[in-house]
T-cell receptor
Framework: GAGVSQTPSNKVTEKGKYVELRCDPI?????LYWYRQSLGQGPEFLIY????????DSGLPNDRFFAVRPEGSVSTLKIQRTERGDSAVYLC????????????FGPGTRLTVT | AQSVSQHNHHVILSEAASLELGCNYS??????LFWYVQYPGQHLQLLLK??????LVKGIKGFEAEFIKSKFSFNLRKPSVQWSDTAEYFC???????????FGKGTKLSVKP
């Protein structure tokens, strides 16, 4: 597609439930990033994929968060046992392998945990 | 630890006024610096970036930023703002080889017509 797409755009879930957030990067982009943006804050890095492997997952807050990118394209961020503090906008970005810092962001998924 | 500080939470200007948004960073290595913009209802977009060379960098829509190494600053400027510049502006620093960005909290700019 023309840009990074993310689904769903909004997700409301109950505390304790499991959620999956999907990111479809720009075609051909090898690097994919997940960020989380809480209200009044800038995006906070979660995890970075180069191809299929997670090159840096140091930003994941705890083991309830997990992400995969099995075929080196679409990625899924998975959150188990959601908590109210997980409520935020989850942003995905992708970049080409030649310029990691020129990241193109998707519209985000707004997650609300009730 | 790496960090980015944006001093202004909300800036309100009239059209044609000059703009300067402050950004200071803390990072021990070679820095790559960025300004991103988020217009209402739209995605984050790259406004400009500094990797090396001329410390005065020019971006889209008439924006520019100056890297001052001695002050650890990368302030964003525009000589004359327009109503369409109303948006939230984020300063970010990238370090290392992996490309993850560290963002400031953002500055909301409101331009009155």
């Amino acid at each position: 597609g023309a840009g990074v797409s993310q689904t769903p755009s909004n997700k409301v879930t109950e505390k304790g439930k499991y959620v999956e957030l999907r990111c479809d990067p720009i075609s051909g982009h090898t690097a994919l990033y997940w960020y989380r943006q809480s209200l009044g804050q800038g995006p906070e890095f979660l995890i970075y994929f180069q191809g299929t492997g997670a090159a840096d997952d140091s930003g994941l807050p705890n083991d309830r968060f997990f992400a995969v990118r099995p075929e080196g394209s679409v990625s899924t961020l998975k959150i188990q046992r959601t908590e109210r503090g997980d409520s935020a906008v989850y942003l995905c970005a992708s970049s080409s392998g030649t310029d990691y810092y020129e990241q193109y962001f998707g519209p985000g998924t707004r997650l609300t945990v009730t | 630890a790496q960090s980015v500080s944006q001093h202004n939470h909300h800036v309100i200007l009239s059209e044609a006024a000059s703009l300067e948004l402050g950004c200071n960073y803390s990072y021990g290595g070679t820095v790559n610096l960025f300004w991103y913009v988020q217009y209402p209802g739209q995605h984050l977009q790259l406004l400009l970036k500094y990797f090396s060379g001329d410390p005065l960098v020019k971006g889209i829509k008439g924006f520019e930023a100056e890297f001052i190494k001695s002050k650890f600053s990368f302030n964003l400027r525009k000589p004359s703002v327009q109503w369409s510049d109303t948006a939230e502006y984020f300063c970010a620093v990238g370090g290392g080889s992996q490309g993850n960005l560290i963002f400031g909290k953002g500055t909301k700019l409101s331009v009155k017509p």
